[in-house]
């Protein structure tokens, strides 16, 4: 990565070990808080809200991060410091000065119209002007690529260029997509990363030309590392031979009933959140014992295990399953096929309980998704044991990183220590 590599030759160069769950949502809210799971109560990429039962996945609002943010920190202590937040997941509703995150209009006949969030509001349409909308095809699904990223990074200096924020926080996200699909040490997942480097290379002209000889501190981190896959488990298909998980036929398809299931499990690449009604301890227990030998599960967290990684809070599951580093866990429930409710075969991110990466293996001729959880190469999310699961955080400045070791946390600290606080 050439270009990447000149910005940050002088700096600081760190491996980045990503706190459990490594998944995108308790990551970036671990960077953006200095906190943990336990504190900050993003526990996974979705949410199961008991009262309701009711489960809310990448729709949250940034009210959900219950821990001070780093543009709330700085807003606090600097007043004079402005923010912009382009493209972390959990932004909207913060209160950054300046905020840009997908936010497609979902339509009475089911279709969905382009349109991203926008703190203020008329910004989207300045760079829709420019840029026309946002890709949302290339963002997530079959079609995912370096397109949605190039977006991001151009409309990133048009509104650095309206505004000069003085911190900038930038989610660029398409490495994640050909290293799920086809593995991370596949041609498609090199071709990624080459694609990544140009697109930062035109972001660091970019802010150049817009900040002129202003002297810019960049700190680039990766959230976490894709590692190959070989195996898969079904969480909810073996709670579902124990007698635990219920389903409920709705237009001749099984649906999860989660009012009635005894238990059932949230999943999210390589760990799921098994929630228990009434957190019986019987029911527990049973469940314990159900996925002590199941092929691919490497642990299995009580609440008291949970502390010990961080992610003990009410919104934790009251079991957490944990993969071994080869295996991922898909969502299904359903012991035939054809029995799966029609949202398994669509790219419909919202309505499965659960992260299902099949949908980047869209089949064109049947214009459907698999049933085929085996097609995914590339997971991420287990506790990061190995160098394998380690990233790296790199800066183009010296100094700013404290060790040759950090952790996801430690980037909080290390940006508002360029503004003179220390408080995260």
């Known amino acids: ?35 943990l799971p336990s504190e900050h109560g993003v526990v996974a990429n979705g949410f199961f809200w008991r009262d309701e039962n009711r489960v809310e996945m990448w729709t949250a609002n940034n009210e959900k991060v219950l821990a001070p943010q780093i543009w709330d920190i700085l807003k606090r202590s600097r007043p004079d410091i402005k923010s912009a937040v382009w493209f972390p997941m959990l932004s909207k509703g913060c209160q950054a000065e300046y905020v840009c995150m997908p936010a497609p209009i979902h339509n009475r006949d089911g279709s969905e119209s382009l349109w991203c969030y926008t703190k203020p509001y008329e910004l989207y349409g300045d760079l829709k002007e420019e840029l026309d909308h946002f890709p949302l095809q290339h963002f997530w699904g079959p079609l995912a690529n370096s397109k949605s990223s190039q977006w991001i990074a151009d409309s990133a200096v048009l509104a650095a260029e309206k505004y000069k924020p003085q911190f900038f926080y930038i989610y660029l996200t398409h490495l994640d997509y050909a290293a799920q699909k ?62 635990l998980l219920s389903v409920e036929i709705i237009d001749k398809k099984e649906h999860l009933d989660f009012e009635n299931s005894a238990a059932w499990a949230m999943v999210d690449h390589q760990f799921s959140h098994v929630f228990v009604k009434n957190s019986d301890p019987q029911v527990i227990k049973k469940v314990i014992r159900a996925f002590e030998n199941i092929e691919g599960i490497e642990e299995i967290l009580d609440k008291s295990a949970q502390t010990r990684y961080g992610v ?78 380690q990233g790296i955080c790199v800066t183009s400045k010296a100094g700013v990183l404290q060790g040759k070791v950090i952790a996801d946390t430690d980037i909080a600290t290390a940006v508002l220590a360029q503004f003179g606080v220390k408080e995260c």
Request: hydrophobic share 35%.
């Open 312 to 389: 003990s809070h009410e919104n934790s599951g009251d079991l957490v399953l944990i993969s071994t580093k080869n295996s991922w866990q898909a969502y299904y429930w359903w012991l035939e096929s054809d029995d799966a409710p029609d949202f398994a075969h669509s790219v419909d991110i919202h309505r499965k309980p659960g992260y299902d990466p099949v949908e980047l293996h869209f089949d064109p001729k049947t214009r459907s998704i698999p049933l085929d959880a085996t097609l995914v190469k590339g997971s991420h999310g287990a506790p990061s044991v190995s160098p394998m699961q």
């Open 182 to 243: 086809n593995g991370p040490d596949s041609p498609q997942a090199d071709q990624a990363i080459t694609e990544m480097d140009t697109i930062i290379g035109d972001l660091i002209a970019g802010m150049k030309r817009v900040y002129g000889d202003k002297s810019l501190v960049w700190i680039v981190a990766s959230e976490y590392t894709i590692v190959p896959v070989d195996h898969v488990t079904y969480p909810n298909k073996v709670l579902r031979k124990e007698g």
């Open 1 to 35: 990565m050439p270009n990447l590599s000149a910005l940050v030759e002088k700096g600081d160069q760190a491996t980045l070990v990503p706190s459990f769950p490594a998944v995108t949502w308790p990551v970036q809210a671990n960077m953006l808080t200095g906190k």
